[in-house]
């Protein structure tokens, strides 16, 4: 289906589609084993100008919009949903600072990263505080020209890789919901540490570590906005983000339905291939009706992201919550065609279920995004 | 002076079939009738013979034919390498000869070097009737400017018919520039040659299009007619211990056997393996050994046999072994007595590179894998039980 | 104050029907050239490469040339998007039918007009024609050194350069003075892919065209007239035929096989 991309998405989109195949491909399965971080990968991505699509002109990006990093996201993902997330994470660990940066931050942190030379990640996630961010115990003390960061965030995207963190720390609990501030850390400043690297069920390239605080002293200039906008900028950046997981999920949900719809065609039992048999074709039907439907959603709403629609919560969480719920069908369903051959570590679709796992669990429980459809649904019911 | 093509439109049927004929993708249809694209057309009249209603006329003008009696004699670049003659030139000699036979003149060795005398004993042996020799310091080492002054120069003063040259790094630099200065024609690569003998013309047969044709190539109107043939295509000349060639020593002033380039170091690398182009029996690893491990399984039974060890894109893509070793469009072409495919599926790209091998067997899984199209013997079986069962056995034959 | 050397490189490339897509169709014994697309001669590819880092390395320009149809502007827009600067296409029906000594002149002449020039870098050879001829035939057209099978660029400057020339036992170490030719092998370098740039500003870059008249060649020896060479027969080569499938256990099979291929092993 045409989504009516510009000339220079459709060029993006090529691209990364290129890299995908030819580069990242290859190696997703050693990766998954090996569960290293595909530093090759970014490389190519940075020479390719790529990490910069959504990032300002004026900062050394290609001026582009979420739509932009969705387009990319989806294409990689499509090879490999972990690899992926290098780019991605990024996206997510930048868009603080795109959204609420002062200039400076902005002239600091973001040619680097539109250039690929330093990646970035985002952390909000503690062992007490998943859906409830709430609860989150990191500190953020202020001390003269600096703030003491105390605390540990948990499943850390990119962490230990990336060279800029942006953090969302208590500064005033006494506050509340106005009691957070957001902050941008640089690796290699004193008293921040990494744990080890988690082993996961799925996205196993991707780098997910603990981000340890001990009396870490960041400048106060690394403070985004004011003192007290923590949780907005949290919410505003998950709510710009929420689209590029689903691009994510979608990307995994097509690289699955491709392996999926060929080995049907090739498998042969009964005398025929598979895709002969109608319980295979409506399975396959319904699996790429949904995929279809699904970026349809994403692609939406990255529209109305990249429009400055003042309010997108509802849409961004419906797009990340139908894509995921999405790709883990279409990817159990893959592996359903692919009968015991899809059980087995040779065949890439196994991978590919569990890859999918994940986008119904982060930046949001899928649990969590219902509340926020639910909770707009209502407000917007009132309002009428 | 210009050939011409024409289709003649009341007896095309619109059929199609030149188009699909055509190489060079030349002909379109345009309202069922077949069309020409003159930016496009080569004249190599593939379109005339495929066409059934004999629609398509070539006509070559006979006109113009340059006076081409003076000349005469097949000449062989006699290629060597710190005073060792390549087995190429050999090759060479022995296709020369019979190209000489054909039209009753002589087979001339071409010979540059230093300190080279020894040589000239070595190419008589091998049926040569005269030897052009150019002994000088100079020459101790190929280098592009004097090499091809002299050869240049020979060719200006005893007019050849036609040059033979090996298709080595040495052979294709040299020629080329030697043909674009005397403005003769050079076919490279080729596989085989023949003489017209009532147009006194060489028949110059090479693949194109990554192997999947051959096309026929004439140099109707220059000379002399040069062509360049791979290693390891035609036979060695044999030898004729009691032939003396007649030898012509050429000298030549510092000016002519000057370079510009300079040659500062030969580095050799050292194989420990047999080097593979010259092998006469390969084993070859592809994808279906699952993992740079496994090569080692290869590396024993290339070791029994004194093999070389050669491999597949897949293989070296997957680093699982350097890329000398790549057999294939994009790698080394080879032709051995003997070479053993194990896990190769067998695309064109691998093919072409050494569907020559006298002998070709092919062990893969999969019984549908292309290679077994062309292996003289096939299994289908697990590489990795099948090749140290083959290992085994070949020990046991050849006693080690 | 120093004067920075500019370099000026230029690259021969050629477009190629894509020869992995390339098949005989069985039942007419042709070639199928349906679906089968267009692209740069792969070998070209590290030429391009090659140049362009030695622009980021010493600064300079890169002009991408091709003699070609003029859909050939594709490869030099996608040369453009892989770091060349400038782009030209030699153009006209005049050329039809050349072989690689009319290809060289051509080329040769549109160089000659492009102006001074410090290195030429082609690929070693197209994949089409699998020649490596036009290379050294520029060379010797415009009467200036070559190193062929180049595999490392050592030290360059803008008098001369210090490179490796592969050979079959291993490599050469060879000087030699600019203006010079290098054709350039596989294991040269890595082809980068395009960047986002890159591609933005081949859609914008004007590629300069020339006929035959601008490039002030003589007509006689351009295309199938200035050609040496001439195709008289393209005819498939008899398909090599399978043999036959041993069957049987492991072992069995082996000794069978190994009986087989005694004479050809001893």
């Given at each position: 289906?045409?989504?009516f ?5 459709c ?8 890299i995908?195949?030819e ?16 530093w090759?990968i ?6 390719s ?28 993902s499509?090879?490999c ?10 996206g ?10 002062s200039?400076?931050?902005k ?24 859906s409830?961010a ?11 020209d ?10 850390i ?8 963190y ?8 006494a ?26 069920m ?17 400048p ?24 590029g ?23 042969v039992?009964?005398?025929?291939p ?29 529209r109305l ?36 051959y ?24 899928s ?15 009132l309002?009428? | 002076?210009a ?15 030149c188009?699909?004929a ?5 002909i379109?249809m ?12 080569t004249?190599?009249?593939?379109c ?5 209603f004999r ?33 190429i ?6 296709e020369g ?34 030897i052009?020799?150019v002994?000088?310091?100079a ?6 400017d ?6 240049v120069k020979?060719?200006?003063?005893y007019?050849p ?36 003998k ?12 990554g192997?999947?044709i051959m096309?026929t ?18 036979k ?5 211990s009691?032939?003396k060639?007649e ?6 002033p ?8 300079r ?14 182009a ?9 994808r ?11 590396k ?7 093999a ?8 070296v ?17 080879v ?15 691998h093919?072409i ?10 062990i ?37 | 104050m ?5 370099m ?12 992995t ?10 070639l199928?050239r349906e ?13 391009i490469?090659e ?27 996608e040369a ?7 782009a ?16 060289s002149y ?6 000659k007009k ?8 082609c690929g ?13 035939g ?14 490392k660029?050592e030290?360059?400057s ?25 054709t350039?092998?596989?294991e ?12 933005m ?23 199938l ?11 498939t080569?008899a ?7 041993l ?20």
């Open positions: 289906m045409d989504y991309l510009t000339e220079q998405q060029m993006m989109r090529e691209l990364a589609k290129k995908a195949d580069k990242i491909k290859p190696v997703a399965a050693h990766y998954d084993e090996t569960e290293e971080f595909a090759p970014m490389k190519i991505l940075a020479d100008d790529l990490f910069g699509v959504y990032i300002p002109e004026q900062y050394g990006g290609l001026g582009g919009g979420i739509t932009d990093m969705c387009v990319v996201t989806e294409e990689l499509r090879a949903g972990g690899i992926a997330l290098g780019y991605a994470g990024t997510l660990g930048t868009i603080p600072i795109l959204l609420y940066g200039e400076e931050q002239k600091k942190f973001l040619p680097d990263i539109a250039r690929g030379k330093r990646l970035a990640a985002f952390c909000l996630t503690e062992a007490e505080a998943g409830d709430g609860s989150m115990k990191t500190t953020a003390k202020k001390d003269g600096h703030y003491i960061l105390n605390g540990t965030k948990q499943w995207t990119n962490a230990g890789e990336a060279e800029v942006t953090v969302i720390a208590i500064t005033d609990k506050k509340g919901t106005r009691g957070a501030s957001a902050f941008i850390v640089e690796k290699g400043t004193k008293g921040m540490d990494f744990g080890k690297k988690e082993k996961k799925g996205i196993r390239a991707s780098a997910t570590r603990e981000v340890i605080f001990t009396d870490c002293r960041v106060a200039s690394n403070l985004i906005s004011k003192e007290g906008m923590g949780f907005i900028v949290a919410l505003k950046t998950l709510d710009n983000s929420r689209p997981v689903a691009a994510q999920a979608v990307g995994i949900a097509q690289g699955a339905l491709d392996h999926a719809v060929e080995y049907s065609r090739t498998r039992q009964f005398g025929q598979i895709s002969g048999f109608q319980a295979i074709q409506h399975m396959l039907a319904d699996m790429g009706t949904q995929v279809e439907a699904a970026r349809a959603l994403v692609y939406a709403t990255a992201v990249d429009s400055g629609a003042k309010s997108v919560s509802k849409e961004s969480a419906m797009a990340k919550l139908f894509a995921s719920e999405t790709a883990m069908k279409v990817t159990t369903d893959a592996v359903q065609i692919f009968g015991g899809g059980y087995m570590r040779d065949y890439p679709v196994e991978k590919l279920m569990r890859d999918a796992k994940i986008t119904q669990i982060y930046e949001g429980t649990q969590v995004q219902r509340n926020v459809i639910a909770s707009n649904m209502i407000k917007e019911s309002k009428k | 002076m050939d011409s093509i024409t289709i003649f439109l009341d007896k095309c049927t619109g059929c199609t079939l188009v699909k055509c190489p060079f993708g030349a379109h345009a309202n069922k009738k077949a069309v020409i694209d003159m930016a496009v057309c004249l190599c009249g593939a005339v013979e495929a066409c059934k629609a398509i006329e070539l006509k070559k003008t006979a006109g113009g034919k340059k006076d081409l009696s003076k000349y005469k004699d097949v000449w062989v670049f006699c290629e060597q390498k710190q005073g060792v003659i390549q087995s030139s050999y090759e060479l000699l022995g000869k019979k190209l000489a036979g054909e039209l009753g003149v002589k087979l001339c060795a071409v010979i540059l070097g230093s300190g080279i005398e020894s040589k000239i004993g070595e190419l008589s042996a091998r049926g040569a009737d005269k052009y020799f002994d000088h310091p020459l101790k080492s190929y280098q592009d004097p090499y091809t002054e002299v050869l020979l060719a200006e003063e007019f018919e036609i040059i033979l040259c090996g298709a080595t790094t040495i052979g294709r630099s040299l020629v080329s520039r030697v043909a674009v200065r005397i403005n003769a024609g050079l076919t490279a690569d080729c596989t085989a040659l023949d003489i017209d009532k147009e006194r013309l060489l028949l110059q047969t090479r693949p194109a299009f192997g999947n096309a190539i004439i140099t109707p109107n220059h000379r002399p007619q040069m062509a360049t043939v791979r290693h390891k295509v035609m060695e000349a044999g030898t004729f009691s032939n060639a030898v012509v020593r050429k000298s030549y510092e000016a002519v056997l000057s370079s510009r380039t040659l500062l170091d030969v580095v050799k690398e050292i194989e420990e393996t047999v080097n593979l010259e092998a006469d029996i390969i084993v070859s690893g592809g279906g050994l699952g993992g740079p491990e496994n090569f080692s399984v290869i024993e039974l290339a070791k029994v046999l004194n070389a060890v050669g491999a597949s894109r897949a293989a893509d997957s680093d699982w072994i350097p890329y000398s070793h790549q057999v294939g469009q994009t790698g080394k072409t032709c051995p007595r003997l070479y053993i495919a194990c896990g190769i599926s067998g695309q064109i790209q093919l590179g050494m569907q020559s091998s006298d002998i070709i067997v092919a893969n899984k999969d019984p549908d894998a292309p290679i077994f199209k062309i292996a003289t013997y096939g299994i289908v079986g697990d590489v990795l039980q099948v090749v140290p069962a083959l290992t085994k056995e070949f020990k046991r034959i050849l006693n080690k | 120093r004067q920075k050397f500019i000026n490189i230029i690259v021969c490339i050629k477009q190629v029907p894509n020869t897509d390339v098949r005989i169709d069985p039942l007419t014994n042709t199928i679906g089968v697309e267009s692209v740069i001669n792969p070998f070209d590819a590290y030429a490469e140049a362009v880092r030695l622009k980021e390395r010493l600064g300079g320009k890169v002009t991408a040339l091709t003699m070609g149809p003029p859909q050939a502007e594709n490869a030099l827009k453009i998007s892989l770091g060349c600067d400038e030209v296409l030699v153009s006209d029906r005049k050329f039809a039918g050349s072989d690689t000594w009319a290809t051509t080329l040769s002449a549109a160089i492009l102006g001074a020039f410090d290195v030429i870098i070693k050879q197209a994949s089409d024609g699998d020649t490596a001829q036009v290379g050294p520029i060379s010797a057209h415009l009467n200036i050194p070559q190193v062929t099978y180049v595999k660029i030290q360059i803008a008098a001369s350069a210090k490179v490796e020339r592969m050979t079959e036992e291993g490599y050469d170490i060879v000087e030699t003075p600019l203006p010079c030719l290098f350039v092998v596989k040269i370098n890595t082809p980068r892919l395009p960047s986002m740039r890159g591609m500003k081949a859609k914008s870059v004007k590629v300069t065209k020339w006929t035959a008249d601008d490039i002030e060649a003589d007509p006689r020896l351009l295309g007239d200035g050609s040496p060479t001439r195709v008289v027969k393209i005819f080569p398909p090599r035929k399978g043999g036959e499938i069957n049987g256990d492991t072992a069995d099979i082996a000794r069978e096989l190994a009986e087989l291929l005694k004479d050809a092993v001893i």
